[in-house]
């Protein structure tokens, strides 16, 4: 060995050890054999190995190992038995998974098939692999088993290895993955007598795996197990069974299983049990949006409008619900919105439904509305807008008295205008307590129209207003209603009277011009009210105004004017109606001068008989006076009387001393004439 000579050190042990020598069995001996010819001559390690019986195997096999004599040394292994090592190389360093299952059966031992096995594992060779670990009785590797059995899809082998594995081990993955590996192989059967019997699997997580690899009907057995009714539900839909998935979500109560139970049954044209599942959904009104939306996106139209129905008689039943249906009835079915409006307005959202209904061009349902929510502006406004559908007499009226825009009246005034102008009188009437009289009077005036507002006229005068008022005179003209005309301007003087009486002074009739005389005489014009009564031969008139007006001169010129008329007649009435007014030496020197003193004798009879009794009435009072001069004289407090009495009386108009003064009797005014303006006495032919 020092001189570097192995071969001749091979042929010198050779000698020494394989013949039968006293060194043959030396330990020493042959580890330097075996171990020179691995350096020197490889070819004869295998031959050396085979003869020899007496040396140290593991270090040898070792040696040759990391000389890559993989085949000596296995054969060293094999050759003592060791057993794992010999197919620890067949496996790591020859790689021949053939010969190391025909190894493995030759030795049949647990320790081998496990090492075999887990090089079976790695190598891909589940099915192989997994019996392998069955032969070996071991479990130890069983997630490595389970991850890559799962991954190959060998689930029956699989199912194998874990029962094999449950009777060593009492893990709980390893019932799980029996459970799951039963699902999978199908053995439905097995699968639910065994999560029946006592186990430690995870039935649920099983179950929530089955359902994610659309497993369902064994998702169903292992929900079932678990009384998780809400997966179940779904599970059942998946398979199809609407019914039981019904019954399933009734079960969990849950509002999410009972909208993917509804939106499945939908998706299967199960209506009927959709319905069930959503009025169970409605009764949440933050679900509304999304049940809605996924109904009317597969245009369910009628459907949902029958599970909202539905819904109304519910408990549960929430202003949410109500609103939803009239939105529902505004989109699709405009006809029913009116009657439910009407009988459930106080449980819906109504700005909600306003604008729907406006973005339905539902014009009466939108009035109806906001009558309800107290915008009686907008209703007014919505009506005339679209008086063919919206429109009503006596809605309309018992709204606009509630409006607070005044606008809105005039804008109301101009709809009846145009389009109900038999109807005007009667809104006026309603709107007479919040009106601008003077601004509607000028309203109509330059519409033209104001003949048509008379009642509404005639209903408001009473406010004398000068605009009314001069609005229905001129009506009154228009006409020629004159006795109307005469009432109302006794009635109301807030007008133009001049201006009135102009008007009426050149009107053909003769009551009109009568009554332009009567303005005249209003506004003490008597002489031109005078004048025009002369002009029309209204003598009592002229006589009454001239009365009227308390001046002597008017009263003297009328008389004059009847005589020089040749009027006797009206020459001796109009003493009798102006008797206070007129002269007593006047009145005697016309009717000398016109011959008229039997016409005149009534009157003059009068003023004697009235001349005498003021005589009687100063003797009376100067009796008084000497009287209380006398008492004056004897001490008590003097009355002072007037140095003449008798111009006191005379300047004193009778009609102003007080009745009764000092004894004598109140003044008495003239009898009124007979019918036919006759004096007492006056002579028949007069």
Known sequence: MAADLPNELIELLEKIVLDNTVFSDHRNLQNLLILTAIKADRNRVMEYITKLENFDAPEIAQIAISNQLFEEAFAVFKKFEVNESAIKVLIEHIRNLDRAYEFAEKCNEPAVWSQLASAQLEEGFVKEAIDSFIKANDPSCYVDVVRVAGETGHWEDLVKFLLMARKKAKESFIETELVFAYAKTGRLADMEEYINSPNHAKIAEVADRCFDQEMYEAAKILYSNVSNYARLAITQVKLGEFQSAVESARKANSTKTWKEVCFSCLESQEYRLAQICGLNIIIHADELEELINFYQTRGLFNELISLFEAGLGLDRAHMGLFTELAILYSKYRPAKLKEHLELFWSRINIPKVLRAAEQAHLW???????????????????????????????????????????????????????????????????????????????????????????????????????????????????????????????????????????????????????????????????????????????????????????????????????????????????????????????????????????????????????????????????????????????????????????????????????????????????????????????????
């Open 364 to 686: 009466s349902e939108l009035v109806f509305l906001y009558e309800k929510y107290e915008e009686f502006d907008n209703a007014i406004l919505t009506m005339m807008k679209h008086p063919t559908e919206a429109w009503r007499e006596s809605f309309f009226k018992e709204m606009i008295s509630k409006c607070a825009n005044i606008e809105i009246y005039y804008k109301a005034i101009k709809f009846y205008l145009d389009f109900k102008p038999l109807l005007l009188n009667d809104l006026l009437q309603v709107l007479i307590p919040r009106l601008d009289h003077t601004r509607t009077v000028s309203f109509f005036s330059k519409e033209g129209k104001i003949a048509m507002v008379k009642p509404y006229l005639k209903a408001v005068q009473q406010n004398n207003n000068k605009h009314i008022n001069e609005a229905l005179n001129s009506l009154y003209i228009d006409e020629e209603d004159y006795q109307s005309l005469r009432a109302s301007i006794e009635a109301f003087n807030n007008f133009d009277n001049i201006g009135l009486a102009q008007k009426c002074e050149k009107h053909e009739l003769l009551e009109f011009r009568r009554i332009a005389a009567f303005l005249y005489k209003g506004n003490n014009r008597f002489s031109q009210s005078i004048e025009l009564c002369k002009r029309d031969r209204l003598y009592k008139d002229a006589m009454q105004f001239a009365a009227d007006s308390r001046d002597s001169e008017l009263a003297a010129a009328l008389l004059q004017w009847f005589l020089d008329e040749k009027l006797t007649e009206c020459f001796c009435a109009c003493l009798y109606q102006c008797y206070d007014l007129l002269k007593p030496d006047k009145v005697m020197e016309l009717a000398w001068r016109y011959n008229l003193m039997d016409y005149t004798m009534p009157y003059l009879v009068q003023v004697m008989a009235e001349y005498q009794a003021r005589l009687e009435r100063l003797e009376q009072a100067e009796a008084v006076r000497a009287e209380s001069d006398e008492k004056a004289d004897s001490g008590s407090n003097p009355i002072v009387m007037p140095s003449n009495p008798m111009l006191m009386l005379t300047n004193t108009p009778h009609s102003m001393m007080p009745p009764g003064v000092a004894g004598m009797p109140p003044y008495q005014p003239p009898p009124p004439p007979h019918q036919g303006g006759y004096y007492p006495g006056m002579p028949q032919q007069f």
